[in-house]
């Protein structure tokens, strides 16, 4: 009886958005565009990667659903948020 081997569970795609609504991926900007292309090549892998998002306080409502609607369109269906860091 041989264990099946899980494969490791894929690196998640780091996304911030600054309060200018500027888009990083692992800390490297990015524009949407190039993001939803990434989305799609990315909602095809099996296992999918983790949408991981981390958005200033200040950030525009309507940047984060874009944001979160082109993952979504892609087929991306894990999507997680990081907290803000409060003092």
Do not use: H
Not at 60 to 77: F, P, T
């Amino acid at each position: 009886n041989n264990p099946v081997e899980q494969p490791d569970p894929p690196k998640p795609l780091e996304i911030s958005i600054s309060r200018d609504g500027t888009l990083y991926l692992d800390g490297m900007p990015i524009q949407l565009e190039v993001l939803e292309a990434q989305f799609a090549v990315d909602s095809r892998k099996d296992p999918q990667p983790m949408v991981q998002i981390k958005a200033d306080p200040y950030t525009q409502y309507e940047v984060l659903a874009d944001l979160m609607g082109s993952a979504r369109n892609s087929g991306l269906s894990k999507i997680g948020f990081e907290a803000p860091v409060t003092q």
